[in-house]
C-alpha cells in the first residue's frame, strides 16, 4: 500500500477505537459549565493552540458556551513568558481571569504535561491551579495523556496506532472530538450555517 493509504487506514484504527464513554463524561461536564453559567478555558500550545482557538468559536457559537483561549492574546502571552517564565503563563492567566468552581479547563494536547520530562510544565501548572479552585477539568490528549489523564474529571485519550505518528493523530483528533461536542444534542444550541441553507 502507498503511504497516503497506510495513513488513512491508521485514521480509521484510531477512529474505531476511540473511547465513546469518555466522550460522553467530557460532553457532560460541558453541559454542567453551561447551566452553572461557568466559563470555559481552553488551553494548548504549538498546533493544539491553534486547535483552540477554532474550538472557542465553536463553542461559543455553537454550544453559547462563554470560552476564552489564552494563546488568543499573544501580547499578554509573550509578556508573561518574557517577564514570569513560560511554566506560568496559563496559571497566571487563570488567576488573573479569577477561575472559579463554576468554570472548565479544557486542555488540548499530544502529551497532556510532563513535570518530569519538563514537556508542557505550563499545562501542568495550570491544571494544579485548576484542582485548587475545584473547576471542572476535561481533556483531549494523546500518548498516555501525561498529567491531563491523571488528574482530569473527563479525559479523551487518542489511541496509538502508529507510534511514528502520535502527534499528527493525536492533533487531527482534537478536531474530530470538539466537532463531535459541539454537534451533540446535549451541547448544540445554535443551527450550523451550511447545514441550516437549503439546497435549491
Same mark, same amino acid.
Given at each position: 500500500?502507498?503511504?497516503?493509504?497506510?495513513?488513512?487506514?491508521?485514521?480509521?484504527?484510531?477512529?474505531?477505537?476511540?473511547?465513546?464513554?469518555?466522550?460522553?463524561?467530557?460532553?457532560?461536564?460541558?453541559?454542567?459549565?453551561?447551566?452553572?453559567?461557568? &466559563?470555559?478555558?481552553?488551553?494548548?500550545?504549538?498546533?493544539?493552540?491553534?486547535?483552540?482557538?477554532?474550538?472557542?468559536?465553536?463553542?461559543?457559537?455553537?454550544?453559547? +458556551?462563554?470560552?476564552?483561549?489564552?494563546?488568543?492574546?499573544?501580547?499578554?502571552?509573550?509578556? &508573561?513568558?518574557?517577564?514570569?517564565?513560560?511554566?506560568?503563563?496559563?496559571?497566571?492567566?487563570?488567576?488573573?481571569? &479569577?477561575?472559579? *468552581?463554576?468554570?472548565?479547563?479544557?486542555? +488540548?494536547?499530544?502529551?497532556?504535561?510532563?513535570?518530569?520530562?519538563?514537556?508542557? *510544565?505550563?499545562?501542568?501548572?495550570? +491544571?494544579?491551579?485548576?484542582?485548587?479552585?475545584?473547576?471542572?477539568?476535561? /481533556?483531549?490528549?494523546?500518548?498516555?495523556? /501525561?498529567?491531563?489523564?491523571?488528574?482530569?474529571?473527563?479525559?479523551?485519550?487518542?489511541?496509538?496506532?502508529?507510534?511514528?505518528?502520535?502527534?499528527?493523530?493525536?492533533?487531527?483528533?482534537?478536531?474530530?472530538?470538539?466537532? +463531535?461536542?459541539?454537534?451533540? *444534542?446535549?451541547?448544540?444550541?445554535?443551527?450550523?450555517?451550511?447545514?441550516?441553507? &437549503?439546497?435549491?
Amino acid at each position: 500500500m502507498s503511504f497516503s493509504q497506510d495513513y488513512l487506514a491508521e485514521v480509521q484504527q484510531v477512529a474505531a477505537h476511540l473511547d465513546t464513554g469518555a466522550i460522553e463524561r467530557l460532553a457532560s461536564l460541558l453541559v454542567q459549565v453551561r447551566e452553572q453559567h461557568g &466559563r470555559l478555558f481552553i488551553l494548548g500550545v504549538g498546533g493544539s493552540a491553534a486547535n483552540a482557538s477554532h474550538a472557542v468559536n465553536d463553542f461559543r457559537k455553537i454550544v453559547g +458556551l462563554e470560552t476564552y483561549a489564552p494563546t488568543d492574546n499573544v501580547s499578554e502571552l509573550t509578556a &508573561r513568558t518574557n517577564d514570569e517564565g513560560w511554566a506560568t503563563i496559563f496559571e497566571n492567566w487563570l488567576r488573573t481571569s &479569577r477561575l472559579k *468552581p463554576e468554570d472548565g479547563v479544557l486542555v +488540548l494536547s499530544v502529551g497532556g504535561g510532563n513535570l518530569e520530562q519538563n514537556v508542557s *510544565p505550563n499545562l501542568v501548572a495550570a +491544571l494544579q491551579y485548576a484542582k485548587s479552585i475545584g473547576a471542572k477539568i476535561g /481533556g483531549i490528549v494523546g500518548r498516555d495523556g /501525561g498529567y491531563t489523564a491523571k488528574v482530569a474529571d473527563a479525559c479523551v485519550v487518542v489511541p496509538i496506532v502508529n507510534p511514528a505518528h502520535v502527534t499528527p493523530h493525536s492533533e487531527a483528533f482534537q478536531a474530530i472530538v470538539w466537532h +463531535l461536542l459541539v454537534s451533540h *444534542p446535549s451541547l448544540k444550541a445554535a443551527q450550523t450555517r451550511w447545514e441550516s441553507v &437549503r439546497s435549491s
